[in-house]
Structure formats: structure tokens, C-alpha cells
């Protein structure tokens, strides 16, 4: 069993031939400030792997683009829990992207709008599971 609040490397999503593929065939949806991208596959056990990115052409700066996505990294991590009670033997891959063209007002609005994804996402893997 994985801890409940950490976000190690086997969780992550690093692969350039899964994320092109997650890019090309994966499902969307919106819940701004965020845009995601999902895609769910069999597997003999249960994994979630998770990537974060925000546009260069939104926030010019590294330094901006790294704040943001250390952000989310860490509300992802504080939230992901409910998706990990629900999804059994399937492999889901994910990517969270920044589109918001301001930098967060604080953690607790990217927070509570990750809450908002995480639940969304129970909903998307539930409804096409029972397909």
C-alpha cells in the first residue's frame, strides 16, 4: 500500500511515448484553471501515474513556470487519495496543465479547484469502467 500523502517517482508520469499517446487519444476535461488529460488502461494492478505542465507561452519566466507546477504537484498530492480508493486493476494515466494566463492567487484557490478535479476524475473513471 502506497502512503497516503506522497508523490515518489513511480507515481509520476515521465514517459515521452505515454504522454504523445495520452496527448493524441486521451480524454479532456476543464475545470479552470486547470485542463486534463486522462487515459485509462487494463492492468493487473492498480497504478495512477500523474504529470503536471504549464505553457511557456503563458509564463515566459522558468521561475514562474516551476512555482506553478510545484504548486500543483503538492495539491495534487494532498487531494489524489479518492481517486486511488476507487480505481482497481486499471492503469490511469494523467496530465494536469496550467492554463490560466495569471499566476494562483494562493494555495487554497488551487486547492480547492484540484478537490473539484479529483472528484470530476472519480466520475470520468467510474462512467467509463461501467462501459
Given at each position: 500500500m502506497k502512503k497516503p500523502f506522497s508523490f515518489n517517482k513511480t507515481e509520476r508520469l515521465k514517459s515521452r511515448k505515454v504522454l504523445e499517446q495520452?496527448?493524441?487519444?486521451?480524454?479532456?476535461?476543464?475545470?479552470?484553471?486547470?485542463?486534463?488529460?486522462?487515459?485509462?488502461?487494463?492492468a493487473n494492478e492498480a497504478a495512477i501515474h500523474c504529470g503536471v505542465g504549464v505553457s511557456k507561452k503563458n509564463f515566459s519566466k522558468a521561475v514562474q513556470r516551476n512555482r506553478v507546477k510545484r504548486l500543483m504537484r503538492e495539491v495534487y498530492r494532498l487531494n489524489k487519495q479518492p481517486i486511488y480508493d476507487v480505481v482497481k486493476q486499471h492503469q490511469v494515466n494523467l496530465f494536469i496543465l496550467y492554463i490560466d494566463k495569471n499566476m494562483p492567487i494562493d494555495f487554497n484557490y488551487l486547492n480547492s479547484?484540484?478537490?473539484?478535479?479529483?472528484?470530476k476524475m472519480q466520475i470520468n473513471y467510474l462512467h467509463e469502467v461501467a462501459q
Open positions: 495520452l496527448f493524441s487519444k486521451g480524454n479532456t476535461f476543464l475545470v479552470h484553471p486547470f485542463k486534463v488529460m486522462y487515459m485509462i488502461n487494463s479547484k484540484m478537490k473539484a478535479v479529483v472528484e
